[in-house]
């Protein structure tokens, strides 16, 4: 059996789901519409979440009490065919928002492999104006050091910090 949310109603395919997958900030009330710190003020924010538990490492110190438990009707994205979507969506973003655009990443979720964090450092190498931030569990294996080489590589503009005491 597959570890998973406990609200698999909320799971969404993002080649299937017609809605945008990086969501608006303003959708948010702890995140807002644009950004007001000072490195990246006036670029718009937006928002990924993915499945929790099915991305996360089984170390996270949040497993069992996990910030998903209490958000029943969070739409969450699966890992299928989401890295496509996400390359067309950023694009769109970045046409339409000349200032750039922010993403926090997983508010549920996590990086779940190497790959996918190679991904999310093509986009900077892509486009220059796009900001990530966002936490991670992972800790001590090649994703980890993955988040590490991207943080230290996009410095100004990849915050990825780790979540855990």
């Given at each position: 059996m597959k570890i998973s949310t406990i609200y698999q109603k909320g799971i969404k395919s993002p080649a299937d789901n017609p809605s945008p997958i990086l969501k608006k900030g303003s959708s948010n009330a702890k995140l807002g519409f644009k950004v007001t710190a000072k490195k990246w003020t006036?670029?718009?924010?937006?928002?990924?979440?993915?499945?929790?538990?099915?991305?996360?490492?089984?170390s996270c110190h949040h497993w069992d009490d996990c910030y998903g438990n209490n958000m029943p009707f969070a739409h969450r994205f699966s890992i299928n065919g989401l890295k496509n979507r996400l390359r067309a969506e950023i694009d769109s973003l970045m046409q339409k928002h000349k200032e750039g655009?922010?993403?926090?990443?997983?508010?549920?979720?996590?990086?779940?492999?190497?790959?996918?964090?190679?991904?999310?450092?093509?986009?900077?190498?892509?486009?220059?104006?796009?900001?990530?931030?966002?936490?991670?569990?992972?800790?001590?294996?090649?994703?980890?050091?993955?988040?590490?080489?991207?943080?230290?590589?996009?410095?100004?503009?990849?915050?990825?910090?780790?979540?855990?005491?």
């Open positions: 006036g670029k718009r924010l937006y928002s990924l979440t993915l499945v929790e538990r099915e991305t996360c490492p089984t655009i922010v993403i926090r990443l997983h508010v549920l979720g996590d990086f779940y492999s190497v790959g996918y964090v190679e991904f999310w450092e093509d986009m900077l190498f892509t486009h220059p104006k796009l900001c990530l931030f966002g936490y991670t569990a992972r800790r001590g294996d090649n994703i980890a050091n993955a988040i590490w080489l991207m943080n230290t590589r996009f410095s100004e503009r990849c915050v990825i910090r780790h979540s855990g005491n």
